[in-house]
């Protein structure tokens, strides 16, 4: 760790003794500084357990075992309460409103090895390594389409699929209903999304498609379903059922 700057904004996680879930967020400030003095300011009233800055400083503002407040409104698996679960990981960059960029990659190896020693500290399973836009696809874009999972994932943290099939015809996109559409938001909903189950592709399917395309097929986000985009799901779904 490089460095401790404690933040105010913490209570006890709820339900749980410890975290089960890393939550990876990107600052969205125009520099990190400004994102520090936020997530330490009592009168923001949110925080995070980590910032990990550009040239790979890791700066600690909550202990891992207390409930850090940056999920905000948010699901995964049907539970509300992402804070209780989740450690949270800020990473500085500008973000979409500011001049998204690509991570550098020493920003990058500083947040694999953040992640790894907080995964095997707290037995954190690969599926729950997550960005902030899956367990709130409405409201947030982070870390964006830009970061590297398939970096980590190589790295042994999170999961990723390389589907062989490239950016083809949607095959369900809005305004679609009926049974395909309805297994399509089964699978979802079985991996972890917050989505209902109604067979109509409207507004909400099609924004935790655009989350999923973020974190698992990020080359396009465009919120319809082309063949790449549903064999990642099948694939990466699998993986979790089976425990492969």
């Keep these: 760790m ?31 500084a400004a994102a520090l003095a936020r ?23 909550v202990p891992e075992a207390r409930r850090a407040w940056h ?17 949270g990981i800020e990473i500085v960059n500008p973000g979409h409103e500011h001049g998204y960029r690509p991570f550098p990659q020493r920003q990058i190896d500083a947040v694999i090895e953040l992640c790894k020693d907080c995964g ?21 874009e982070d870390p964006g ?35 395909a559409v309805a297994a399509y938001q089964s699978q979802l909903a079985a991996y972890g999304y917050g ?3 109604d067979g109509i592709f409207g507004p909400e399917t099609a924004s935790v498609t655009r989350a999923f395309q973020r974190h698992f097929r990020p080359v396009r986000v465009d919120g319809c379903v082309d063949q ?6 099948t694939q990466l779904l699998q993986t979790v059922q089976t425990g492969g």
């Excluded at 790449?228 to 799901?233: F, K, N, Y």
């Design 2 to 32: 490089s460095r401790c700057v404690p933040s105010p904004s913490h209570n006890e996680r709820r339900g749980q003794a410890g975290p089960d879930m890393l939550l990876l967020h990107y600052t969205g400030m125009r520099t990190g």
């Design 120 to 140: 095997n500290r707290w037995s954190i399973l690969p599926q729950l390594v997550l960005a902030h836009s899956d367990i709130a696809p409405a409201r947030k």
């Design 145 to 179: 389409e830009l970061f590297p999972w398939d970096q980590l994932f190589s790295a042994g943290v999170g999961l990723w699929f390389a589907s062989k099939h490239k950016q083809n015809k949607a095959l369900l996109a809005e305004g679609d209903r009926g049974a």
């Design 71 to 87: 999920a905000g409104r948010g699901s995964w698996q049907g539970r509300e309460d992402v804070n209780s679960r989740a450690i």
């Design 39 to 61: 997530l330490t300011d009592p009168a923001s009233e949110v925080s995070a357990h980590y910032v990990v800055e550009e040239d790979g400083e890791i700066i600690q503002l």
């Design 228 to 233: 790449e985009t549903g064999e990642v799901l």
């Design 195 to 197: 989505i209902r189950n």
